[in-house]
């Protein structure tokens, strides 16, 4: 699906959804902007218009339509022969945090950025997207003045769309703290684990996306004017809070994992130790009864009427005297 919108150097819009051949003549023109946003292009929809009327480079068309899940920013420009005009090309991710399932899913958006146009590639919806849209024709701040403003607007989209991730994250952490406390099984640790791998992944996603941002907020790049550079800086700046916040998630897991451990250590202990106090507790009966088992010539009962009864008071006598003593030294 093709969507395209055209929008004068007043960021106010112009026309929607072109054809394509009109696209070149437009392009053409100056005074106006054309953001083309591709939503699961077929294969000719990709080849007319990444190749037949921008005439990208092949690398970056491949990159585009081939799924990476590594963040990247490259430039682009024409040698002699080429028929494209300078842009960027950048990959970056959008983040959806689902409770139900436990997992952090990402979405792949591409930039193609040049001096009067913007084209978005990406294979599924996404939200961020269709919101800036909406904010380029509805909004009378007219954001879409130029595609450098435009971007600077969907990656602001992107990173404001890991905060309510972030918020049902830090919300499913704070309920696995309490059945840690309350009732730690094994349950309970896998889904530690699960969170613990989750929030990991979500640093590994974080991480080269900051280093692409951080080339727009050093202002490496001659397309984003100067005076927007402090712009992307703030959203860099939103994202490096997100990787902070990120990484206090994982000390918190880390160490409702320590008090996991510890509690089951000490379930374990007090297994032992009772045990270890049933062992002890039956220890004069186990010898009465292994002198008794022991013992085929003189055996007491043969002889003596009341040896039984003289063994059996034995062993209570001892069991008590052992139970009294562990009593007095605090081990019940």
């Known amino acids: ?141 007219h954001i879409a003045r130029a595609p450098d403003r435009v971007a600077h607007t969907l990656l602001d989209a992107i990173v404001d769309a890991y905060k309510p991730a972030l918020e ?56 984003i004017r100067a005076h927007l550079v402090p712009y992307y800086r703030d959203v860099y700046d939103g994202l490096f809070k997100i990787y902070e916040l990120a990484q206090g998630y994982t000390d918190s897991l880390t160490a409702i994992l320590q008090v996991y451990l510890s509690m089951t250590s000490n379930e374990t202990g007090e297994v032992v130790k009772l045990l270890t106090l049933i062992t002890l507790l039956t220890t004069p009966l186990m010898i009465v009864g292994t002198w008794y088992g022991m013992n085929f010539e003189g055996m007491p009962e043969l002889r003596h009427q009341h040896a039984y009864p003289v063994a059996i008071g034995f062993t209570v006598v001892t069991t008590a005297l052992t139970y009294w003593f562990f009593k007095r030294k605090k081990w019940f």
Do not use: C
Request: a negative charge; hydrophobic letters at 40%; charged letters at 25%.
């Open 168 to 223: 049902e994250l830090s919300l499913e952490i704070a309920e696995l703290e309490q059945e840690v406390l309350t009732n730690p099984n094994k349950e309970v640790l896998n889904k530690l684990i699960q969170i613990k791998k989750e929030v990991l992944h979500l640093r590994q996603i974080i991480g080269p996306q900051r280093e692409v941002l951080a080339r727009f907020a050093r202002g490496e790049f001659k397309l």
């Open 1 to 141: 699906m093709i969507r395209s919108l055209v929008f004068t150097t007043q960021g106010r819009l112009h026309s929607k959804d072109i054809d394509v051949f009109l696209m070149p003549t437009l392009l053409a023109d100056t005074n106006l902007f054309l953001w083309v946003d591709l939503e699961a292009a077929t294969p000719e929809e990709t080849k007319s218009l990444l190749e037949g009327v921008f005439h990208f480079h092949p690398l970056s068309i491949e990159d585009a339509v081939q799924e990476s899940s590594s963040p990247k920013v490259e430039e682009y420009q024409p040698k002699e022969g080429d028929g494209f005009s300078p842009y960027l090309f950048m990959v970056i991710h959008a983040v959806n945090y689902s409770r139900k399932d436990g997992v952090f899913a990402t979405t792949e958006l591409n930039f193609f950025l040049g001096k009067n146009f913007l084209v978005t590639y990406h294979e599924v919806p996404i939200r961020s997207v269709s919101l800036t849209e909406e904010r380029a024709i509805n909004s009378k701040m």
